[in-house]
């Protein structure tokens, strides 16, 4: 069954546990170069207010163009860097792009302009000052926390450490906004997230995929919107393909859009022509 699900399949379902062990280490070895080759980069893809059509965000996704490889996807090599601690030097990395690419934006006429980035769970359980250090940055560049956003998915919640929860307050305390990432796929509840002091919810696109009039999926968007905004919080559609799905979740109420409808993440320079054209309203 796996080889007829194409070739990508094929090497998965082939390769040793060895083989992957090995690959993965050599991964993470030219990770760690890569980090200060210029081989990673980041594509911004537009956050949509979904009432007006304003791009008002744009969520960070990193890439690796690998001169060998080719593009290698974050799904791949995320969880390497996790693995092995790369991910908080990554971390730093992603922090620093974004927070200059916002400080440019910011000046182009879109002052309110906020970038959101990925934060992984192993980048809280480090107790180092990371979050004073960001903060430092940020005033070094004459920008408010609101500039960033960071997002967090609802394992590390569960896990729930003081630690985690410090931090968070510190980003609250910071202005700096925390989105909970792939919303549905976990297993807390929104009452529950709302002791963590998050500010948004991005309802994960295995709810927005099959979207349709009177589908299950609509009754459970429907009802993640109408909860989150009695406990305040705003709610990001992710995966967002289609006109109908568009409407569906305007109607429902839905704050914010993200998907290939709108854009795919662009890179830099493909990302301010979009921004200054502000094509977004369709
Ligand atoms: P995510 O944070 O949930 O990001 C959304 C993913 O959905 C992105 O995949 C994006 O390209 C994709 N996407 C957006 N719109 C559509 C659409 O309309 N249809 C479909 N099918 N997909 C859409 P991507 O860029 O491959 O990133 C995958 C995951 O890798 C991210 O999921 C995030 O968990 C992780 N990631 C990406 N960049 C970073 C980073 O800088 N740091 C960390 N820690 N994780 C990252
Ligand atoms: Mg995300
Ligand atoms: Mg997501
Ligand atoms: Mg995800």
């Known amino acids: 069954a796996a080889k007829e699900q194409g070739r990508n399949c094929y090497r998965y379902f082939t390769t040793s546990m060895q083989e992957k062990a090995l690959y993965r280490r050599q991964l993470a070895n030219e990770l760690r170069l890569a980090l200060n080759s210029n081989q990673l980069q980041l594509h911004y893809q537009p956050?949509?207010?979904?009432?007006?059509?304003?791009?008002?965000?744009?969520?960070?996704?990193?890439?690796?163009?690998?001169?060998?490889?080719?593009?290698?996807?974050?799904?791949?090599?995320?969880?390497?860097?996790?693995?092995?601690?790369?991910?908080?030097?990554?971390?730093?990395?992603?922090?620093?792009?974004?927070?200059r690419q916002a400080a440019q934006w910011r000046k182009l006429n879109h002052p309110d302009f906020q970038i959101s980035i990925n934060k992984s769970p192993q980048q809280f359980r480090d107790k180092g000052n990371d979050i004073s250090q960001w903060l430092d940055h940020l005033r070094s560049l004459g920008l408010p926390g609101q500039a960033i956003a960071v997002e967090i998915t609802e394992g590390l919640l569960l896990d729930a450490s003081t630690t985690v929860t410090d931090k968070l307050l510190e980003f609250r305390d910071a202005g700096i906004e925390v989105s909970l990432d792939d919303f549905g796929t976990g297993y807390s509840s929104l009452s529950y997230i709302k002791k963590f002091h998050v500010d948004n919810i991005k309802i994960d696109q295995s709810f927005v995929r099959n979207l349709k009039p009177d589908s299950e999926d609509l009754a459970v968007c429907e009802?993640?919107?109408?909860?989150?905004?009695?406990?305040?919080?705003?709610?990001?559609?992710?995966?967002?393909?289609?006109?109908?799905?568009?409407?569906?979740?305007?109607?429902?109420?839905?704050?914010?859009?993200?998907?290939?409808?709108?854009?795919?993440?662009?890179?830099?320079?493909?990302?301010?022509?979009?921004?200054?054209?502000?094509?977004?309203?369709?």
Request: negative net charge; contains cysteine; proline residues 4%.
């Open 47 to 99: 956050i949509v207010e979904l009432a007006t059509g304003n791009m008002a965000k744009a969520e960070a996704l990193i890439r690796w163009q690998h001169p060998v490889l080719g593009m290698i996807s974050p799904v791949e090599f995320v969880p390497v860097a996790e693995e092995t601690g790369i991910i908080i030097e990554l971390g730093d990395w992603v922090f620093h792009q974004a927070a």
């Open 223 to 282: 009802a993640i919107i109408v909860m989150a905004h009695k406990l305040g919080l705003k709610v990001v559609a992710e995966g967002i393909e289609t006109n109908e799905q568009r409407a569906l979740l305007a109607a429902a109420g839905c704050d914010y859009g993200q998907g290939n409808l709108f854009s795919m993440p662009l890179p830099v320079e493909k990302f301010k022509t979009l921004l200054s054209s502000q094509e977004m309203v369709i």
